[in-house]
């Protein structure tokens, strides 16, 4: 199985500035047919189930705000928010679906408000 | 708007069985994969299980392999998820889950989840 790890296990950060979530994976996820990195993103609030952000590590789901990006390729991907809102206080998810049906998720990274 | 809802949860003693049940609707269910996906208490995301829209095709998690079978009604818009000896590390919520277009996407639409609590 790939092995999904992300950084940091938690982060602070202060109203209106930039978040960034690290997520690698042990085997590259870039499917060198379509060109596409099977790499998505999910935003988990206490309480709720998750809700996907990204998917082809760079496609933003219809309805998230744009202040939502992703990027990366290979084995090596990021989440941003490039102006953290009260409402984004979650836990954020990276999963990789190159395997699929064998899908694995990161730990997760705890987003607090500093 | 695209609705999924869990029932069938609760507590259980380890070696028992449990079938969860998953109602779809407002979405073309017989045309979309449909997963389970677990998270033990304070933990993260584990996928269980996943079938195709038709059915033909499962797959199953090691962890649960041999103990759980999915299964769907496309004519009830139901996903099922039959859990046969169960053990005390099968304690989670689990979500039902639609797959984005097919087996190999990510999950766009997730259920609010049911709990499973194995213990004696």
């Known amino acids: 199985d790939i092995v999904m790890t992300q950084s940091p296990d938690s982060l602070a950060v202060s109203l209106g500035e930039r978040a960034t979530i690290n997520c690698k994976s042990s085997?590259?996820?870039?499917?060198?047919?379509?060109?596409?990195?099977?790499l998505a993103w999910y935003q988990q609030k206490p309480g709720q189930p998750p809700k996907l952000l990204i998917y082809?590590?760079?496609t933003r789901e219809s309805g998230v705000p744009d202040r939502f990006s992703g990027g990366g390729s290979g084995t090596d991907f990021t989440l941003t928010i490039s102006s953290l809102q009260a409402e984004d206080v979650a836990v954020y998810y990276c999963?990789?679906?190159?395997?699929?049906?064998?899908?694995?998720f990161g730990p997760g990274t705890k987003v607090e408000i500093k | 708007e695209v609705q999924l809802l869990e029932s069938g949860g609760g507590l259980v003693q380890p070696g028992g069985s449990l079938r969860l049940s998953c109602a779809a609707s407002?979405?073309?269910?017989?045309?979309?994969?449909m997963n389970w996906v677990r998270q033990a208490p304070g933990k993260g995301l584990e996928w269980v299980s996943v079938?195709?829209?038709?059915?033909?095709?499962?797959y199953y998690a090691d962890s649960v392999k041999g103990r759980f079978t999915i299964s769907r009604d496309n004519s009830k818009n139901m996903l099922y998820l039959q859990m046969n000896s169960l053990r005390a590390d099968d304690t989670a919520v689990y979500y039902c889950?639609?797959?984005?277009?097919?087996?190999?996407?990510?999950?766009?639409?997730w259920g609010q989840g049911t709990l499973v609590t194995v213990s004696s």
């Open positions: 889950a639609k797959g984005l277009v097919g087996i190999n996407t990510p999950f766009d639409y």
């Open positions: 407002e979405f073309t269910f017989s045309s979309c994969a």
């Open positions: 079938i195709s829209s038709g059915g033909g095709t499962t």
């Open positions: 085997q590259s996820v870039l499917s060198t047919s379509n060109n596409k990195n099977y």
């Open positions: 082809w590590a760079s």
């Open positions: 999963q990789q679906y190159y395997t699929s049906p064998s899908i694995q």
